[in-house]
């Protein structure tokens, strides 16, 4: 198994009926690419505890959560580099996120 996450901040004047189209959007796009083993997505919540963060200068919560698993990296790669994925990314995402932090690994 290889895991793919990403942790995404939308632009800060990020139409809110294109974020709404992403969500709605991003269930059929993932299952209609067998690579994709399992998702997970979904937008913060903002269910607090945090105070700990701004005492220590780190940013505030980003906005969307994503996790994908794949057979192996190989198969990451074919869906990253996938003209769906590329055309979905410029449709939908290009014009929301602002930033994007992505982390992929074999889970232990």
């Known amino acids: 198994m290889f895991r793919h996450m990403a942790i995404l901040k939308f632009k800060d004047d990020a139409d809110p009926n294109a ?3 992403y969500m709605k959007a991003f269930p ?3 299952r209609s690419l067998p690579m994709i083993r399992t ?3 979904g937008r913060n919540e903002g269910a607090g505890g945090e105070s700990h963060v701004g005492r220590h200068g780190l940013r505030g919560n980003y906005d969307v959560g994503l996790v994908m698993e794949f057979d192996s990296p190989e198969e990451y790669r074919n869906y990253a580099e996938s003209r769906e994925h590329q055309s979905f990314f410029e449709e939908y995402c290009a014009p929301i996120f602002a930033e994007r932090v992505v982390v992929q690994f074999h889970p232990s």
């Open 28 to 30: 059929g796009f993932a």
């Open 19 to 21: 974020i709404d189209a």
């Open 39 to 41: 998702w997970y997505i």
